[in-house]
């Protein structure tokens, strides 16, 4: 692990990974649920750990959310999580929760564990029985490691029509005590939060409060993943986890506590970069597009802003096509109900401004083109009316979006 020098900084550990903090370990194995692709994973720590959780706020929340919630509430602790990929085990009624329990007592049997303290997620496909033979067998073959391919294995057990594995890594220093946090994600499709079709795991080995975790987690969702889009659609299984099971052994965590800035920060940047992995692996992207917002009455108002205008199918579009079509970007603003003075408005696509005082400004079309050709893209607003701000992440939409979605089950 890096010495830090600064112990009120934050560190990004490169080669780190979730099971960088002290006591976790990982497995992933074939079921046979998805063919000869990993399809069950498992994140185990050595001791309870406190945790929080965020879920979809779509009205239909699948079966493992539910058992999940149920776990969680007993005590405020969580030791073991168990995902299943190529099916959601969503809008699957009774026999759906049974299931869903069921994963639970195996996973719980295998590893002595209590069962409210498993938490089990699924992602794939809706309307679709978890096969319970498979599942039986891939719990069977899990034998966690705190390995590098350990940790490779459970992402890719995780992923659904993911590209690439999502992970990250930070370090601090607090009440003397090297704190580690670490994450990684699934999430390609129906990306459009209050949540997404994602699931988020986050470790930790500090010792923090739960309730203040959970205040923390829900704050923090809201200027990280919920800001991220790709398609408009929020899925029946998402979810977001924080596991902090307080072996780095620093004093508890709380707002009280001098340096809960510094683990707001390790928050705050652990799922900003998950955030933003999951937006440029958006299905079929090209490009990852970062909207900032500035000049805002409040920053609620420039988040909204800054969403709607990543969220635009025609900003989206452009953006593939190297199209410099502000007048997209100035059209999604004004769908917003968020306060505006509509005659002081400046767009910037990159460094090329291309609205001031919202009137055009003369600009180099084929500059814009050359800078629009580049995988990522930031677009600039500033309101001149406040002194908020927002961000919010999304990626381009391009034909391979239909073709993936087209044939989704097949």
Known sequence: ???????????????????????????????????????????????????????????????????TQESIAKEGRIQAVVVNSGCANACTGEQGLK????????????FSLQEHLVAVASTGVIGVNLPMEKITKGIEQLNPGSSAAAAADFQHAILTTDTVMKTCCYSAVIDGKTVTMGGTCKGSGMIHPNMATMLGYITTDALVDQAALQLALRNVTEKSFNQITVDGDTSTND?????????????????????????????????ESLAKQIAKDGEGATKLIEVEVRGAQ??????????????????????????????????SIGQTKGAINPAAVDIAIGPIVMLKNSEPAAFSEEEALEYLKGDFVQIFVDLHNGDASGKAWGCDLSYDYIKINASYRT
């Open 239 to 271: 979810t977001v986890i924080v596991l902090a099971n307080g072996m780095a052994e620093n004093k508890t965590l709380n707002a009280a506590h001098p340096e809960w800035d510094v683990f707001m920060e390790l928050l705050t940047k652990t799922s």
């Open 1 to 67: 692990m890096h010495a830090l020098s600064n112990t009120k900084e934050v560190r990004e550990v490169t080669d780190g990974s979730f099971l960088s903090p002290k006591g976790f370990k990982a497995a992933g194995v074939e079921a046979g649920i998805k063919g000869n692709k990993k399809d069950i994973g498992l994140i185990v720590s050595e001791v309870p750990a406190v945790c929080a959780a965020v879920y979809t706020t779509n009205q239909f929340q699948a079966a493992p959310l539910k058992v």
């Open 99 to 110: 299931d869903a329990y069921e994963t639970r007592k195996m996973v719980a049997d295998k």
């Open 298 to 331: 409040d920053s609620l108002d420039a988040r909204m802003m800054a969403k709607q205008i990543v969220g635009s199918s025609l900003v989206k579009t452009a953006v593939y096509g190297a199209d410099a079509n502000w007048g997209r970007i100035i059209s």
